[in-house]
């Protein structure tokens, strides 16, 4: 089992130097986004504090679990096989509804329209741990450089890189797209209805003050959790874990973040077949996201679904370069 650490140097280290940069629309990001940004980071770590000193022991029943858990799960895919695998990567293909469904329920985690989250990242890969990235960890200098780095990875980007590249450029596919145009449209209305349905649902079952307390552990605490599931891979699987793949860039496998993130903490094995739509490539690397878009191939939901050959994975596989 190889692993590399932080700071460890091999010979399939990115390339450093400075390329020429996409296009993006701001230099920095617009206050507005970050007043949004810094909203939404904020009233999950309220809902947890909240839950941590009035309700864990006390107030917290089955279904606040159940709730937690269901949203967790369904609007997560919305992210890691919606936004991320079937429109930022376009790994396999499905239906107008399917692609609707996806983009509302993306929209629903809170961490930003579809062709916001999309041309992000879609410049990161582009750039990947080299400037331009807009949240690599391995770009800060000075005393406490990989500290620092960290921290702007995992959400310091979010008030300064976010959103640079929305345009044209980076995805003209999604705005040409009608149903991802509308579905940007209305995303607060996604934003509310995910907030709200934890509520009634609560409401529904024992009233009022049940409906508060599900809408704490099943709106904003499943929120702060999934966003900092996301977040990590964005830190995380670029600094700490295995690589089975030469990639032009530090991304890693970090196998305890795998469930959690449902599937996208094989972070190396995705950045080394981007346009795999599968990315638990090995035997025992479960991948949620995948699986779902296995099944939904297996009933002609999804096609064209991309996976590398396995001539392609011995290519490329360290062991192999070794």
Known sequence: MRVYLLGAVTRTAPDTTTPTLPPGVRDRTTTVSRVITLAAVIAPLVGVASAMNLLWGVAFRPIDAIVLAGMYLVCGVGITVGYHRLFSHRSFKTGPTLK?????LGSMTLQGPVT??????????????????PHSPHLATGSLAPLRGLVHAHMGWLFVTKGISRDAGQGRDLYEDPVVRLVDRLYFVWVALSLGIPFVIGWLVGGVPLGIEVFVWGGLVRVFLFQHATFSVNSICHTFGRRDYASDDHSRNVALLAIPTLGEAWHNNHH???????HGLGRRQI?????????????RLAW????PTGERMERRAISHLD
Do not use: C, M, N, Y
């Open 116 to 133: 916001q989250w999309v041309t992000d990242h879609r410049r990161h890969h582009a750039l990947s741990d080299r400037e331009g990235d």
């Open 304 to 307: 064209d679904v991309k996976r």
């Open 272 to 278: 080394a077949f981007p346009g795999s739509a599968i």
């Open 287 to 299: 991948d949620v996201s995948g699986a779902l878009i296995t099944g939904l191939e297996r009933l």
């Open 100 to 104: 609707g469904i996806f983009a509302v």
